[in-house]
T-cell receptor
């Protein structure tokens, strides 16, 4: 069973450019979350997609956008790149659960290392 | 809203010594708590989780953590450190909204564990 897969693994972009990162969730999962991990920091939540809609969003500007496809895979797009966008971008997949005994955990991909020069 | 504070950005122990990594959380609702480990240039791997029930939780690689509601803590321990335990460890809390969990995580800043021979 393949876990969460992300592509590409590394990327170098120039300030002002646009970038698209891709994520395929773990088999059986229906929710994809994206996190930004700057050097020496904990991951910060960007947003989350479920049923092809953005369900929750962290404190990130509109330059960060995303999409979820019918097969549950997802893309993260960042426009007008800034030097400060350099980070490890992590994708996590999970399964929506409702009602009692909610028990969910997120499985992470290996990440995409984005460097903005 | 949830938040996590990890006390000590760096912890150093000798091989065979006790490992104690501290985590305190803040949550307006009963929390789900997690510990993840991250090796250099890799994604996050789940060590253990607390959802409901027994407050002492055992995870992989000999780690365990105890949920103490009165202290709002979820400290991670391992009786005897091994060289392979050297990594960065993240404590995280999950947000539950309206009886539905999408798996969003709020992370602490991380603790780098160094193990000396």
């Amino acid at each position: 069973d393949a876990g969460v897969t992300q592509s590409p693994t590394h990327l170098i972009k120039t300030r002002g450019q646009q970038v698209t990162l891709r994520c395929s969730p773990k088999s059986g999962h229906d929710t994809v979350s994206w996190y930004q991990q700057a050097l020496g920091q904990g991951p910060q939540f960007i947003f989350q997609y479920y049923e092809e809609e953005e369900r929750q969003r962290g404190n990130f500007p509109d330059r960060f956008s995303g999409h979820q496809f019918p097969n549950y895979s997802s893309e993260l797009n960042v426009n007008a790149l800034l030097l400060g966008d350099s980070a490890l971008y992590l994708c996590a997949s999970s399964l929506v659960r409702t009602g009692i005994n909610i028990n969910t955990e997120a499985f992470f991909g290996q990440g995409t290392r984005l460097t903005v020069v | 809203a949830q938040s996590v504070t990890q006390l000590g950005s760096h912890v150093s122990v000798s091989e065979g010594a006790l490992v104690l990594l501290r985590c305190n959380y803040s949550s307006s609702v009963p929390p789900y708590l997690f510990w993840y480990v991250q090796y250099p240039n890799q994604g996050l791997q789940l060590l253990l989780k607390y959802t409901t029930g027994a407050t002492l939780v055992k995870g992989i690689n000999g780690f365990e953590a105890e949920f103490k509601k009165s202290e709002t803590s979820f400290h991670l321990t391992k009786p005897s450190a091994h060289m392979s335990d050297a990594a960065e460890y993240f404590c995280a809390v999950s947000a539950i909204a309206g009886g539905t969990s999408y798996g969003k995580l709020t992370f602490g800043q991380g603790t780098i564990l160094t193990v000396h021979p």
